[in-house]
């Protein structure tokens, strides 16, 4: 396949994933009485995330008051890590809550709000960096959807899991 070839699918690819999750994401910006994890189970697209949450014991934090900024990775973000990396987390969960509070940030924190700061901090304690060169990206993680909006705060998507910083 020629690069311009690899281009034009890897763009294809981008736009019908976009357009697909716009459309619901669209009826979730209208439903705001429905919570964070209320809003990512209807999503369809982060089934690892609420399994994680749930190992973690975090999905009823995630369903309280907040209001939380949630940095969701995708079911193929998750997919991204090493073989065995997620069972083995699955299987340690508080090594797990660690890597999931890595993804909340407190506050309600809008995509105009992101595109202003030069970091933000994690509720695992890690200060994330914010980087607005080619697109946005969180951490390391690109966002690909933001502003999800749900009664206790607000989920932006992302492509790759953010792992705390070794201490």
């Not at 357009?19 to 982060?46: C, Q």
Request: net charge negative.
């Amino acid at each position: 396949m020629t690069r311009s070839m690899s281009k034009a699918l890897a763009l294809t690819t981008a736009l019908v994933f976009g357009l697909s999750f716009s459309a619901k994401a669209g009826d979730y910006e209208k439903k705001e009485k429905k919570n964070i994890v209320e809003v990512a189970t209807e999503a369809g697209m982060f089934t690892t995330l609420l399994k994680a949450a749930v190992a973690a014991d975090l999905a009823e934090t995630l369903s309280g008051e907040g209001p939380f900024t949630v940095l969701a990775p995708t079911d193929e973000a998750f997919a991204k890590l090493p073989e065995g990396a997620l069972a083995g987390l699955l299987e340690k969960p508080e090594a797990l809550k660690e890597v999931l509070l890595n993804h909340v940030i407190s506050g309600k924190v809008l995509a105009a709000d992101v595109v202003k700061l030069e970091e933000a901090d994690s509720l695992h304690g890690d200060s994330l960096t914010i980087d607005t060169e080619d697109g946005v990206s969180i951490g390391g993680a690109k966002v690909v959807k933001t502003d999800v909006m749900a009664s206790n705060g607000v989920i932006h998507v992302i492509d790759t899991v953010i792992l705390p910083k070794a201490e």
